[in-house]
């Protein structure tokens, strides 16, 4: 049946967080929300959408209906990496060397401490930005606060009482320095141990403006290490609660946008079609006449759905606009398509390799795995723009003689004859072309072993791996374990979606 998809192309917080920090995440992310846009434009958005099917009647937004959908649609987008990425961490924003963003908060920036700077250098100095900046301090302090750190809570509002810190500033009592030891104290008590170092730091610095200047630096970090804390927190709560979430978020954007199932209505179209097809040509009776209605076979919901999203491992990424419920993990089946596709040259080439050489080396574990990996160094940048697989297979060939040759010699087998040589390099450089038909049998079985682990209801243990594929088996499996976790969360969240298209598109085959 696979063989036909090609042709319709945290840290920790800190040493005295516990587990209930879930409600300082909003304010958390909010000091990071740079960063997590980028995070989230980097997974989630897709190449040039072309060709929109019009089966909806075209209609005017206003700009704040496209605000609030956007709004929606990060919103669900964030939820989602959570749950699917479990590496998923805010990272602190940097910008690029020389940039004009760059240039711009640099000047900026200098002007601030400049300005501050001349105020404490005055006689006698004056203390208004110093006293807003500690009010900023305090106030991030208490954020980090969770509800039972009473006594901490105390401290800081005693210490940083800035109607206090006034009245000594205009007495010419107030003593900075003391405020500034107190603070990166009280940053040691409340940081991850992660920056334990940057905040030991801080007390060798004696000069008050480069000191406030690093206090800002640190604390922003510590932002984004309680926000990355307050994430790993809510990650198996949101687990329970992200399949209704993102149902919800996607129907108040279809509500908003109706033809936002335009792109999953012809994708599931074409693959109820390509699968009419392959049974259609089964059910032929011998001698080619055609078979009556009452003998074809039904198709299931659940087989087209499955078929369906095998397609999206030979998906044309540049030219055909992704179905809009799995767009967000479009970056995922992204990846795994290409790790598919060099898994497919991998086993192609050891097919060969293992079909020529003498009957036993294959059976040789220690050999086998020498020599998947030779091939699959040289196979590393193979989607990179550079990569040119024709004459990487020619490499290839020359050292799968090589080690062949040692092999045998070792084993004490007959040499490898230099016709055989050729033959095999010949057979290994042929494989560049997608037609070869060694190749399109190992991506025919690929395919069918997914579609078959699908079927199975992903239970273990793993379906037999079809014949060939035994030295690819672990890197096979790894695969159709991430595959088959895409799916089946994609299925939760958006299944009544498929099942309203499906009820409709079979009625008609």
């Known amino acids: 049946m696979s063989e036909n998809l090609d042709k319709s192309n945290a840290n920790e917080a800190g040493k005295s967080k516990s587990n209930d920090s879930e409600q300082g995440l909003e304010d958390a992310v909010e000091g990071a929300d740079e960063a997590l846009q980028k995070a989230i434009k980097s997974d989630s958005t897709s190449p040039q959408r072309v060709q929109r099917p019009h089966s909806s009647p075209p209609r005017f937004v206003t700009v704040e209906e496209l605000l609030e959908t956007a709004r929606g649609v990060t919103n669900m987008a964030l939820a989602h990496e959570i749950v699917v990425n479990g590496d998923f961490q805010i990272k602190p924003v940097e910008l690029p060397e020389n940039s004009l963003k760059k240039r711009v908060k640099d000047i900026v920036h200098k002007a601030f401490w400049d300005c501050l700077s001349a105020q404490l250098s005055e006689d006698p100095p004056s203390y208004d930005h110093a006293i807003k900046l500690v009010g900023e301090i305090k106030e991030t302090l208490l954020s980090f606060l969770l509800p039972g750190h009473t006594r901490l809570r105390n401290q800081i509002t005693e210490v940083l009482d800035l109607d206090l810190i006034k009245q000594e500033a205009e007495n010419g009592a107030l003593d900075i320095s003391k405020l500034a030891e107190f603070i990166i104290g009280m940053m040691g008590t409340l940081c991850a141990p992660a920056r334990d170092e940057e905040v030991k730091k801080l007390k060798d610095i004696k000069e008050i403006v480069p000191l406030f200047r690093e206090i800002f630096s640190v604390l922003d970090l510590m932002k984004v290490d309680m926000a990355n804390f307050a994430i790993s927190s809510i990650r198996p709560h949101l687990m329970q609660q992200s399949v209704e979430y993102e149902r919800k978020k996607f129907q108040e954007i279809l509500e908003r946008q109706p033809n936002s199932l335009d792109f999953v209505t012809q994708w599931l179209e074409e693959a109820s079609e390509d699968l009419m097809t392959q049974k259609y040509k089964h059910a032929l009776p011998v001698g080619g006449a055609a078979a009556g209605s009452e003998d074809m076979p039904r198709l299931s919901p659940v087989a087209v759905q499955n078929y369906a999203y095998l397609k999206l491992l030979k998906w044309d990424h540049l030219q055909r606009p992704f179905p809009e419920t799995v767009l967000m993990d479009q970056s995922r089946f992204h990846e795994l398509q290409l790790q598919l596709e060099q898994l497919t040259i991998l086993g192609a080439v050891l097919l ?141 969240v958006f299944c009544p979606y498929y099942d309203a298209i499906l009820s409709k598109i079979l009625v008609r085959s």
């Open 352 to 492: 060969v390799t293992f079909s020529m050489a003498a009957p036993g080396i294959s059976s040789q574990a220690d050999f086998a795995e020498k020599l998947k990996m030779i091939v699959k160094i040289l196979l590393t940048d193979m989607h990179l723009p550079s990569f040119h697989l024709k004459d990487v297979l020619t490499t290839i060939g020359e050292k799968v003689c090589l080690e062949v040759s040692s092999c045998l010699s070792l084993c004490g087998s007959s040499p490898f004859t230099m016709d055989k040589e050729t033959v095999l390099k010949g057979q290994i450089q042929a494989v560049a072309s997608p037609d070869d038909p060694i190749r399109r049998i190992m991506e025919s079985r690929i395919l069918t072993f997914l579609e078959t682990y699908l079927a199975s209801g992903h239970q273990k243990p793993l379906p037999t791996v079809p014949g060939g594929l035994s030295p690819v088996q672990r890197e096979l499996e790894e695969v159709a374990i991430k595959f088959a976790r895409l799916v089946n969360y994609n299925k939760m």
